[in-house]
Nanobody, 125 residues
């Protein structure tokens, strides 16, 4: 699976951004498609994921109620709608695909075997 993320940028606190991730290749082999982020000096952390076949969604507590992960009907795009952004959301955001993960491991970056190149999100206070 090849992934290409886009949509990052600079936004003021309280604002919104929508990230997009174009998926190509063997997307039918994906079990989960998710978003992770990494701030400077910090480990990569889970943001949200979606069970690719059923559409069930799961979120980190820090973004629950503010971020929404979704996909298009053709299953070629995955989105991350981010509302009420906070300065602590500043990070490089990555989309990722997991072909062998199960639900209990779907929030772990190690479960994902394909990654996009990352897109920078900067939230100013």
């Amino acid at each position: 699976v090849q992934l290409q993320a886009s949509g990052g940028g600079l936004v003021q606190a309280g604002g919104s951004l929508r990230l997009s991730c174009a998926a190509s290749g063997r997307t039918y082999s994906s079990r989960f498609m998710g978003w992770f982020r990494q701030a400077p000096g910090r480990d990569r952390e889970f943001v949200a994921t979606m069970r690719w076949s059923g559409g069930n969604t799961y979120y980190a507590d820090s973004v629950k109620g503010r971020f929404t992960i979704s996909r298009d009907n053709a299953k070629t795009m995955v989105y991350l709608q981010m509302n009420n952004l906070k300065p602590e959301d500043t990070a490089v955001y990555y989309c990722a695909s997991a072909s062998h993960a199960i639900l209990s491991s779907s929030s772990s970056s190690g479960a994902y075997d394909s990654w996009g190149q990352g897109t920078q999100v900067t939230v100013s206070s």
